[in-house]
């Protein structure tokens, strides 16, 4: 018997699933429900599987429909792709409605949800898995075997830098993730990533954490300052949006205007605000100091307005150090090819003995979003998973850790004070 899934929140997120569901994994799974606050959208996710997969149309349900949709469609799985803050809400219900989830990165935006779905865990008995697709990146798992082989022995501190480009990093301050009540800000929305991967790399979780950052470059007050003097709300139809370079231009790309353009009639949710407007409250420049479990430190930066996009890492321990440079390739979500998001188009490790000669490490190949980390995580989660030494899929213990370091961050900000991991939630 096939396994039952439905998905709600059906933006650029569910495609990677519902293309997932209606090709590679047809033969077990069975996609029978879409769930979204905009018809429009989900018209086009279900004209959509029907051109490209020749797939049947499901039934759509309204957000207000979504008790409707578990009792009529009875699905095994729900797949919760919705805006950050509503998580919490899909998550919860569907665990008390019997159905087991799986969310997409982050689990939740603050403490007070994560505990809700921590406590809901344990009254309801369900499996909630976060998924993770940079831990099965090829050169992210090649990092886990070095490190777990030992080659560089007790790892004592680590400095990891991610940046993001004027094109990727632009992108969280058009949509709907530039208001930290909806996404927590790129801390916990986007860092998540980051902090799993790290939490993953040391076999550990975060004990301390303190933070700094600020909105330094987006945003309309910081554009007056550089001296712009031309301003708009949204690119369409504005005329000063023609020759600026942080313009997303919908009209230009099928998809998006398909999707976002001929949608927002129905809630006014504008996909290509401006980057330069007012009412972004998220940061565009972090930094994090982190001390583990395991005794280990951390300093950690993230900046968003920057013309190179990837990230450098670097693991000091007892017996030598391990460097990981890794560039990717540049996307706007959901805005042209999958297999571009977040994929690597140079990625090198080097390892620095502590009395020997650095060497570069082999890295396997891969193709696809992530890295190649995409079709290896659905291969894990819709299919047959193989037993695996670097234990890549990701518990709800694991969403909650990656959070809580940016959860833990957030109010660190707050408050100007370092925050203790364990005072944050109770697991």
Not at 70 to 94: A, F, G, L, N, W
Request: contains cysteine; aromatic residues 10%.
């Amino acid at each position: 018997m096939k396994k039952r899934y439905a998905i709600v929140g059906v933006g650029g997120r569910a495609r990677m699933y519902y293309t997932a569901l209606d090709t590679r994994y047809a033969d077990t799974s069975e996609l029978v429900g879409l769930c979204d606050g905009n018809q429009t959208r989900m018209d086009y996710a279900n004209q959509s599987r029907g051109e490209l997969f020749g797939a049947d149309p499901v039934k759509t349900y309204g957000m207000h429909q979504f008790e409707q949709l578990i009792d009529e469609q009875k699905p095994d799985v729900v797949i919760v792709t919705s805006i950050d803050r509503t998580h919490h809400t899909y998550i919860i219900r569907s665990m008390e409605l019997g159905c087991d989830v799986i969310s997409e990165k982050p689990m939740t935006i603050d403490e007070v949800k994560c505990q809700a779905i921590l406590d809901a865990i344990k009254r309801t008995g369900k499996h909630l898995r976060v998924t993770f697709n940079y831990r099965y990146a090829p050169h992210s798992t090649k990092l886990r075997e070095l490190l777990m082989d030992g080659v560089i022995g007790d790892v004592f501190s680590v400095h990891f830098e991610w940046l993001l480009d004027t094109r990727h990093g632009a992108d969280y301050f058009r949509r709907w993730h530039r208001d930290k009540r909806n996404s927590g800000g790129l801390l916990v929305h986007k860092a998540s990533h980051h902090f799993d991967l790290v939490n993953f790399w040391l076999g550990s979780h975060p004990k301390t954490v303190f933070a700094m950052g600020d909105l330094r470059f987006y945003g309309r007050e910081n554009a007056e300052k550089r001296g712009v003097t031309r301003f708009y709300s949204r690119a369409h139809g504005s005329e000063h949006a023609k020759d600026d370079p942080f313009a997303l231009h919908l009209e230009d790309s099928p998809r998006l205007k398909d999707m976002y353009l001929e949608a927002e009639h129905e809630d006014g949710y504008y996909r290509d605000q401006s980057v330069f407007g007012d009412g972004i409250s998220i940061e565009d420049t972090v930094g994090v100091m982190v001390r583990y479990q395991n005794g280990a430190i951390m300093t950690y930066s993230l900046n968003a307005y920057l013309p190179w996009e990837g990230f450098r890492i670097a693991f000091n321990g007892s017996k030598g150090r391990i460097q990981m440079l890794v560039a990717e390739h540049s996307y706007v979500s959901a805005g042209g090819d999958a297999a571009a998001e977040g994929a690597a188009k140079t990625k090198r490790i080097t390892v620095f003995p502590m009395w020997g000669e650095p060497y570069d490490v082999e890295i396997p190949e891969a193709v696809g979003g992530h890295g190649g980390g995409d079709r290896v995580m659905l291969d894990d989660i819709f299919g047959e998973p193989n037993e695996d030494r670097f234990q890549r899929a990701a518990s709800h213990i694991d969403g909650a850790m990656s959070i809580l370091t940016g959860i833990s961050a957030n109010i660190s900000m707050r408050t100007g004070r370092p925050v203790n991991v364990e005072d944050v939630v109770r697991f």
